[in-house]
């Protein structure tokens, strides 16, 4: 089997030192494996992304000396493909709606018989509060969550992975209560995309036959809620390489709006692309 893996920012900001990081450790271990670079871009939130972020993505990759098959994928461009895959999920039963703000998941997690909030994937461990609800009484302002439970019930095992990475490589799962406990009935469609990260990113791994993804640590945990999708929908269940976050001197996980440490900042005040490599580690 061929090797491909891909890089897939969002065209949100400027790329900085983390996405250097990502990118180019996807791009070397497809090069060591004689396998095939592919660059997607996530740009399904619509307010955010801006064209000239786009440009500036291609032209980081391009001066770090990254190359990718073309077309470049986009995901605005692929809106039925995501509304196919979350119609054979309304179809199994599995997805309700919800109309709950983050405010009123925050005050449900504060009652006294619910405990200490906790945290996931997509922020605060949604409570459950719409579960109960039909997609026949969706409205227009509700988004789609879907029933965690009940989709590990469906497939009648509870999801797990290959992790390439160190220092943990080998198989990883969770029970349903630990799904339900630290990630919940994640969102699958927003009101005003459509989608959502978790729908899209399955769907489109799979129509770019990734067989390995590479990205950061910091999105362990949602390849349980991958998988999962990846096997309610039949799609091929590829390997994840979870890598190191590149972080600030005060130890934080870097952010688009961090501009002193963006790759075009260190281009134009001198940097060649192999101080990128040596910034980062790669070396």
Partial sequence: MTYVTRFAPSPTGPLH??????????WDRAQAKGGRFRLRIEDIDRQ??????????YDDLHWLGIAWE??????????????TALDVLISLDLCYPCCC????????LSAPQEGAPAHGPDGLVYPGTCRARSMFDAGPSDVVRLNIAAAVDHLGEAPYFRETA??????????????????????????????SYHLSVV???????????VRGNDLFMAT???????????LPRPAYHHHKLIRDDTGKRLAKRDDARAISRYRDDGATPQ??????GLT
Avoid at 17 to 23: I, K
Avoid at 48 to 57: C, G, L, T, V, Y
Avoid at 71 to 76: D, E, F, I, K
Avoid at 180 to 190: K, S, T, W, Y
């Fill in 17 to 26: 030192l983390g996405h250097a990081y990502s990118a180019l450790t996807a």
């Fill in 48 to 57: 955010r992304s801006k064209p000239q972020w786009e440009a500036q993505i």
């Fill in 70 to 83: 073309e077309p470049v994928m986009r995901q605005s461009d692929r809106l039925p493909a995501y509304r």
């Fill in 101 to 108: 703000s983050r405010g009123d998941i925050r005050a449900a």
């Fill in 166 to 195: 160190l220092p943990r490589p080998g198989v990883h799962r969770r029970t349903i209560q630990e799904l339900r406990f630290e990630i919940g009935d994640v969102v699958l469609a927003r009101r005003d995309m459509g989608t």
């Fill in 203 to 213: 769907v489109d791994d799979a129509e770019q036959g990734i067989t390995e993804v």
């Fill in 224 to 234: 349980f809620i991958h998988i999962l999708l990846q096997d309610l929908l039949a």
């Fill in 275 to 280: 101080d990128i490599r040596a910034l980062v």
